[in-house]
């Protein structure tokens, strides 16, 4: 951490996957962005000969620049990761000779990492389906003769019955086309609604996870599995530390196999 109003330089990686840019470019940090810009903040910085502005992650922070020529500023600050994300990537990218800014890119949220703000994940927006007039003066128009059409009829009934459905599910159940909704819609009969749909990138993983854990509690072990739980299991509950190879096919889910418990902690 640096202290507020000194004046100070990121060293930034631009999120572009030329192996020729897979280093550190230095930015001033403007006066306005001091004490904000941290290292795992992902910014927009001027880049190239048309100053186009890019997106990249700060990888570390310092007094001043080593380049010679006169450095641009930060032009903006989107979000911030942490310092151990940021190591992680770090490690990652030499672990397994991988561009910085790839591995940088493994630990934003999910839905979050295409630059281009208006393609992220956002609410979804559906039309739904209502009944727009009572069903009893629906029912006296079909028996005076108002409503003649038998798909009429099918897709009123079927909206009585599910009203909020979207207008492709009424498609679908009642093997009428967009046109005879769209008759219904005009007439008065049933009335269209936009609704907002929110949607969680995270939430499909969360589902996932508990319904692992839940298996996990009913999990049978072999006898082979049991054997190598317990010398986990009596290591980790020792406080020590060991080394262990697990055998098995690919995809036997040995880290699944294998669930110790140190303290209220859980490993799988």
Not at 52 to 66: M, P
Not at 87 to 112: D, H, Q, V
Request: hydrophobic share 35%; glycine share 6%.
């Amino acid at each position: 951490m640096y202290n507020i109003g000194e004046k100070m330089v990121a060293e930034v990686i631009i999120n572009r996957t030329a192996k020729k840019l897979n280093k550190g470019f230095d930015y001033n940090i403007p006066e306005e962005l001091e004490g904000i810009i941290l290292v795992g903040s992902k910014v927009l910085v001027p880049f190239g000969k048309g100053e186009k502005l890019v997106e990249g992650f700060v990888v570390g922070l310092k007094e001043k620049s080593n380049y010679e020529y006169e450095i641009k500023n930060i032009a903006k600050l989107e979000e911030n990761l942490s310092d151990k994300q940021i190591s992680l990537a770090k490690w990652m990218a030499n672990r397994y000779f991988s561009n910085t800014s790839e591995c940088i890119k493994l630990m934003l949220t999910p839905g979050t990492r295409n630059k281009d703000k208006e393609k992220r994940i956002k609410d979804k927006k559906i039309n739904t389906v209502y009944l727009k007039k009572e069903i009893e003066e629906i029912e006296l128009d079909i028996q005076i003769g108002k409503i003649k059409s038998e798909k009429h009829k099918k897709v009123i009934n079927f909206v009585k019955d599910n009203e909020g459905a979207t207008i492709l599910e009424v498609e679908a159940f009642t093997d009428c086309s967009r046109a005879i909704v769209n008759t219904l819609i005009k007439n008065g009969y049933i009335e269209n609604i936009e609704q907002r749909l929110e949607r969680n990138p995270l939430q499909a993983k969360e589902l996932e996870k508990i319904k692992e854990q839940e298996e996990s509690k009913n999990l049978e072990l072999t006898q082979e599995q049991k054997i190598a739980y317990e010398k986990v299991e009596e290591i980790m509950l020792n406080d020590k530390y060991n080394s262990f190879l697990l055998y098995g096919v690919t995809g036997s889910r040995k880290n699944r196999n294998i669930f110790a418990t140190n303290s209220e902690k859980h490993y799988k």
